[in-house]
């Protein structure tokens, strides 16, 4: 398996513009969590979808922020209006938690810059 | 609530000499408890889990962990460093059941291994 794959690996855009980043995880799996990353706060859990279903998106930092899993192998979180302080790298994760092995496999993350 | 505490925001050792990145954690109950790493530039890796059995658990490149229950702790550990092990380092626990399947991860500590 590739693992999981994010697209695209780097974003620049300007604040107020409409940012797409994209998901694959691993066949198979069925949770999906995306994080972000930034020095200041860590590693935070945005939103986690199981079998497709968002569960728990407590960690959305605002209604610009907001994330679909339309099918088993691709998610999006799309911000819309981008914001300078949206600059962080945002990773995906897959898992298999029931019956599976349970540790998540990471994306190589998507570093977002908003100007 | 369950959590995660990593004392130290960054551990420096020489090439050579054993090393320890410590954690603690709570939870609810018994716990799963892994270890990432994260190479510059990349996603989380997993390294190593506990899940039952054997209190010592090895896991990828040499490292190994102790799950001491009494002192709910679970230190990554290594006998002797390599420059490449230079990296940050999480550790993640969750419940082993009836409460969060979701992982909590620490804040991070990274690791200098000085040659």
């Known amino acids: ?115 | 609530a369950q959590s995660v505490a990593q004392p130290e925001d960054q551990v420096n050792v020489a090439e050579g000499n054993p090393l320890t990145v410590k954690c603690t954690y709570s939870v609810s109950g018994n716990p799963y408890l892994f270890w990432y790493v994260q190479y510059p530039n990349r996603g989380l890796q997993f390294l190593l889990k506990y899940i039952t059995g054997d209190n010592l658990v090895k896991g990828s490149y040499g490292f190994e962990a102790e799950f001491n229950k009494s002192q709910t702790s679970f230190h990554l550990k290594k006998p002797s460093a390599l420059v490449s092990d230079s990296a940050l380092y999480f550790c993640a626990v969750r419940a082993l059941s009836g409460g969060s399947y979701i992982p909590t991860f620490g804040r991070g500590t990274s690791l200098i291994v000085h040659p």
């Open chain 1, 1 to 115: 398996d590739a693992g999981v794959i994010q697209s695209p690996r780097h974003e620049v855009t300007e604040m107020g513009q409409e940012v797409t980043l994209r998901c694959k995880p691993i066949s198979g799996h069925d949770y999906l969590f995306w994080y972000r990353q930034t020095m200041m706060r860590g590693l935070e859990l945005l939103i986690y979808f199981n079998n497709n279903v968002p569960i728990d998106d407590s960690g959305m930092p605002e209604d610009r922020f907001s994330a679909k899993m339309p099918n088993a192998s691709f998610s999006t979180l799309k911000i819309q209006p981008s914001e300078p302080r949206d600059s962080a790298v945002y990773f995906c994760a897959s898992s298999l938690l029931v019956g599976g092995s349970y540790e998540q496999y990471f994306g190589p993350g998507t570093r977002l810059t908003v100007t």
